[in-house]
């Protein structure tokens, strides 16, 4: 999908700072849970391995990003590295949501949950940052509200 995920689940998604406007530009932050569920039939969850491949593909983890974000300072915060979204996914910023309800990054950084599990209490998340031009896999607990981006099944 070239767009964050925008639908309004019943429990485990917010709008950033609780800002029904920042929705229209940044689609939903979801916990794992929901996150799990939000994407329409014939889509699902992206994987681990998923961005994997994409990394993999984009030529790796230390230059994809820039390959990823959409290019400008429209929505990203000075510096945005090299920003070309020559891939057309257009990652926009839209923070994130921890697990004491506070938001933080808007305009700095993309989080993108996985559908894979690290082990019961966390999963694994896609991190891309304004100032630079890698990507990060790494893993966080459940309950943080990241962004969805969902891939054709």
Sequence with gaps: MADNIAYKAESGCWAYNNDQNNVKTYGYLYNWETAKKVCPAGWHLSSKDDWSALLTYLGGELIAGDKLKESGTDHWQKPVSAATNETGFTCLPGGFRND????YNLGLM?????????NTEKANHILIYSHTKDVT???????????????KD
């Design 137 to 151: 896999i790494s893993y966080i607990e459940k309950n943080n509200g990241f962004s969805v981006r969902c891939v």
């Design 100 to 103: 004491k309800s506070e938001f």
């Design 110 to 118: 993309c989080f993108y949950w996985c559908s894979t599990e690290e």
